[in-house]
């Protein structure tokens, strides 16, 4: 692992650490194994979510991030352009709920999150409908 810039971007510096282990046949090689490493990942979150511990939670936070990252290597994605495209689409769908809640139903703040998810709903369905997503 030598040589791995600790500058670098974390998503980055984490798919060159996997790559480096990769070489020595540190790797599952294929995405599916990486899913059951998320789901275990998962619920060790859950465990550390219910003991309060900030610093238990924040090393979980860091292992499902590590293991998604995996995940992205193994499918030969970039995270980091995955992670844009997912903000984008966030932005999106958010500034359109925000428009439909000012125009029809008094503002966000005026609505129960139930609501707020139902609108996010038809803005996710009516984009997909105009081939927008």
């Known amino acids: 692992l030598d040589g791995v810039p600790r500058g670098m971007a974390e998503l980055q510096r984490a798919v060159k650490l996997q790559k480096r282990a990769s070489r020595v046949g540190f790797d599952w090689g ?8 998320f789901a275990e990942e998962v619920l060790e979150m859950r465990e550390a979510m219910q ?3 900030i610093e238990e939670m924040e090393d979980e936070l860091g292992d499902l991030l590590f293991v998604i990252t995996n995940l992205a290597r193994q499918l030969k994605i970039d995270p980091a352009r995955a992670l844009r495209r997912a903000n984008a689409k966030f932005e999106i769908r958010f500034r359109a709920i925000e428009q ?3 125009a029809n139903h008094g503002g966000l703040e005026t609505m129960s999150l139930d609501d707020m998810e139902a609108l996010w709903q038809q803005v996710k369905q009516r984009r997909r409908a105009e ?3």
């Not at 294929?30 to 490493?37: S, Y």
């Open 131 to 133: 081939g927008l997503e």
């Open 100 to 102: 439909e809640a000012a």
């Open 30 to 37: 294929e995405p599916e194994p990486v899913l059951d490493k």
């Open 51 to 53: 003991s309060g511990n």
